[in-house]
């Protein structure tokens, strides 16, 4: 569409697109996705025209498929932490609240245990923090005491059915170390979930079942009670479903609160690579969006006109080789004759450019994990952030931890989660199963947080 298509035509030819629901959406997901759509245009009322190609894919008829990504739908855990008793259903985007301490870290080291689990680095996972004593609950740290409990369940969007996957492990407190005591996976159809079949396999009394062995354990070398089952499933056999969750968990990726100090990585010159996803430490992002802007242009305007929304100034960007094959940043702005690299940049400038990238590039996450991403942001830019949030959701599974009331303000009471701490033990709790509709009628969730009406407060 051209530069001067005009917002209600374009929003109206969005509706159509989705009310044609190619992907058999429900009615409240055609309407969540008309609201985003809406917000999108209404960001441009002081404007007769939209930026050019706003929207990510090459047709906004493409863009607005609802992709057929697999969730974790539900998580129970015991004994990790804070978590001694907690089962979590898990919808497209997540966002914790809650005060420090109140275990909204501990989900996500949930995940991150499951992800490091799949790609056998399990025993690693637990060193980085400290040995299993220091992960396991503190009243249940003794050896012969009850175990750690993870379990995780893989399902597609509920309206598309199929298969379901439940996965869980036991791992128990050794003199020095621990072991995995039991582990199973199974699955069933989406519509018969409480009638999953056998295991596809079993982990326990130090043998390994599958459905077909029946009771009989097949033969293996010797197994790793230090690491997932899963990632030792004989390769002469076919253990699909194993290998679909042992994929969808490797795929999971973690973003902390992005470093910008003087010699931070996102400041200095990096190496041109053929990197598609932001890491961690921004240590590649040049080279992202570089390629971005090759090998998917729409995309990259998109980003662009966000970009300029957020830094009205803001021309172009270019990405000027500095020697030894490595690459800088130039930022083109209207309010200087020359550019800006990234060391003259804000830290909110940095961490808006990064969250960007990782929030529009094609390269999607299974499950992405946003520990704080509000740091050093701007209420406004707040705001993009959150539309940007949903707008991924929509494409894959988001899992938030956030102190930002400016945050929670645009968000759906299906999309909060509120930690609380009693007696040493987390409880979650999802907003919408709260009393809220009175309230919201006056207030929004920002207020019913700061109010005490949400919970999730010291």
């Given at each position: 569409?051209?530069?001067?298509?005009?917002?209600?035509?374009?929003?109206?030819?969005?509706?159509?697109?989705?009310?044609?629901?190619?992907?058999?959406?429900?009615?409240?997901?055609?309407?969540?996705?008309?609201?985003?759509?809406?917000?999108?245009?209404?960001?441009?009322?002081?404007?007769?025209?939209?930026?050019?190609?706003?929207?990510?894919?090459?047709?906004?008829?493409?863009?607005?498929?609802?992709?057929?990504?697999?969730?974790?739908?539900?998580?129970?855990?015991?004994?990790?932490?804070?978590?001694?008793?907690?089962?979590?259903?898990?919808?497209?985007?997540?966002?914790?609240?809650?005060?420090?301490?109140?275990?909204?870290?501990?989900?996500?080291?949930?995940?991150?245990?499951?992800?490091?689990?799949?790609?056998?680095?399990?025993?690693?996972?637990?060193?980085?923090?400290?040995?299993?004593?220091?992960?396991?609950?503190?009243?249940?740290?003794?050896?012969?005491?009850?175990?750690?409990?993870?379990?995780?369940?893989?399902?597609?969007?509920?309206?598309?059915?199929?298969?379901?996957?439940?996965?869980?492990?036991?791992?128990?407190?050794?003199?020095?170390?621990?072991?995995?005591?039991?582990?199973?996976?199974?699955?069933?159809?989406?519509?018969?979930?409480?009638?999953?079949?056998?295991?596809?396999?079993?982990?326990?009394?130090?043998?390994?079942?599958?459905?077909?062995?029946?009771?009989?354990?097949?033969?293996?070398?010797?197994?790793?009670?230090?690491?997932?089952?899963?990632?030792?499933?004989?390769?002469?056999?076919?253990?699909?479903?194993?290998?679909?969750?042992?994929?969808?968990?490797?795929?999971?990726?973690?973003?902390?609160?992005?470093?910008?100090?003087?010699?931070?990585?996102?400041?200095?010159?990096?190496?041109?690579?053929?990197?598609?996803?932001?890491?961690?430490?921004?240590?590649?992002?040049?080279?992202?969006?570089?390629?971005?802007?090759?090998?998917?242009?729409?995309?990259?305007?998109?980003?662009?006109?966000?970009?300029?929304?957020?830094?009205?100034?803001?021309?172009?960007?270019?990405?000027?080789?500095?020697?030894?094959?490595?690459?800088?940043?130039?930022?083109?702005?209207?309010?200087s004759k020359q550019p800006f690299y990234p060391g003259q940049l804000s830290?909110?400038?940095?961490?808006?450019?990064?969250?960007?990238?990782?929030?529009?590039?094609?390269?999607?996450?299974?499950?992405?994990?946003?520990?704080?991403?509000?740091?050093?942001?701007?209420?406004?830019?707040?705001?993009?952030?959150?539309?940007?949030?949903?707008?991924?959701?929509?494409?894959?599974?988001?899992?938030?931890?956030?102190?930002?009331?400016?945050?929670?303000?645009?968000?759906?009471?299906?999309?909060?989660?509120?930690?609380?701490?009693?007696?040493?033990?987390?409880?979650?709790?999802?907003?919408?199963?709260?009393?809220?509709?009175?309230?919201?009628?006056?207030?929004?969730?920002?207020?019913?947080?700061?109010?005490?009406?949400?919970?999730?407060?010291?």
């Amino acid at each position: 569409m051209n530069r001067q298509t005009n917002k209600a035509d374009r929003l109206r030819q969005i509706e159509e697109i989705l009310w044609a629901n190619p992907e058999g959406l429900t009615r409240a997901e055609i309407a969540r996705r008309l609201g985003v759509e809406r917000s999108t245009i209404s960001r441009y009322i002081d404007s007769d025209d939209l930026p050019p190609d706003i929207f990510i894919d090459e047709s906004d008829k493409d863009r607005l498929k609802l992709d057929r990504r697999l969730q974790i739908t539900q998580i129970v855990v015991h004994n990790l932490r804070s978590l001694v008793d907690v089962t979590l259903d898990l919808k497209s985007l997540n966002v914790m609240i809650g005060p420090n301490g109140a275990g909204k870290t501990a989900l996500m080291e949930v995940l991150l245990l499951l992800h490091s689990g799949a790609n056998g680095d399990l025993s690693s996972f637990f060193d980085e923090r400290g040995g299993f004593h220091s992960v396991i609950s503190a009243t249940t740290n003794q050896t012969g005491q009850p175990p750690m409990t993870v379990g995780a369940r893989l399902a597609p969007p509920p309206h598309l059915g199929g298969r379901v996957t439940n996965f869980e492990v036991e791992l128990r407190r050794l003199q020095i170390g621990y072991a995995i005591t039991a582990e199973s996976l199974e699955s069933g159809t989406a519509s018969t979930p409480g009638n999953l079949r056998n295991a596809e396999y079993a982990f326990q009394d130090g043998k390994l079942y599958t459905s077909k062995s029946a009771n009989e354990p097949i033969p293996l070398p010797k197994l790793r009670s230090s690491e997932l089952m899963l990632t030792q499933l004989p390769t002469d056999r076919p253990f699909r479903e194993s290998l679909r969750f042992k994929e969808f968990l490797s795929a999971i990726d973690f973003y902390p609160p992005l470093q910008v100090t003087g010699r931070a990585p996102i400041r200095l010159p990096q190496p041109l690579t053929p990197a598609t996803k932001p890491d961690a430490e921004g240590s590649n992002l040049f080279s992202v969006l570089y390629n971005l802007r090759i090998s998917h242009p729409e995309t990259y305007e998109r980003l662009l006109a966000l970009m300029r929304q957020a830094f009205p100034g803001l021309k172009r960007f270019e990405f000027p080789v500095v020697g030894a094959g490595q690459v800088t940043l130039a930022w083109y702005d209207e309010s200087s004759k020359q550019p800006f690299y990234p060391g003259q940049l804000s830290e909110g400038t940095l961490r808006f450019l990064w969250l960007a990238a990782i929030l529009l590039t094609p390269a999607q996450s299974s499950i992405l994990l946003l520990d704080e991403p509000e740091v050093s942001l701007h209420p406004q830019l707040i705001r993009l952030l959150v539309a940007l949030l949903q707008d991924y959701a929509m494409r894959s599974q988001v899992v938030v931890a956030t102190h930002s009331s400016d945050l929670v303000r645009w968000l759906e009471p299906d999309e909060v989660i509120v930690a609380d701490k009693e007696d040493g033990q987390t409880r979650f709790t999802r907003a919408d199963t709260l009393d809220l509709a009175e309230w919201l009628a006056e207030y929004d969730l920002r207020d019913l947080w700061q109010m005490g009406h949400l919970g999730g407060r010291v």
